[in-house]
């Protein structure tokens, strides 16, 4: 089902707005204290390192962009 969903999502609005690569797993201990705390080796820990790393890569683009259309 999560992944019928996220492939219905991405057909739908994949055109229209950003959607990450990144999966975030479901994982009962995350909600309930720092994932990095209960498990940082873990696959939860491991996706949402991932997430940070693809958000700060994307940061960093619209950064450079923003900055190349100011110094033109």
Do not use: W
């Not at 055109?15 to 994982?27: C, L, Y």
């Not at 309930?32 to 991932?50: H, L, R, W």
């Amino acid at each position: 089902l999560a992944r019928a969903t996220a492939y219905n999502l991405n057909a739908t609005y994949g055109q229209h707005i950003r959607i990450f690569k990144t999966v975030i797993p479901v994982a009962t201990t995350a909600a309930e204290k720092s994932i990095y705390t209960y498990d940082k080796d873990g696959t939860v820990a491991q996706a949402y390192a991932e997430f940070t790393r693809e958000v700060m890569q994307c940061g960093e683009r619209q950064r450079n962009k923003h900055e190349s259309s100011l110094s033109r």
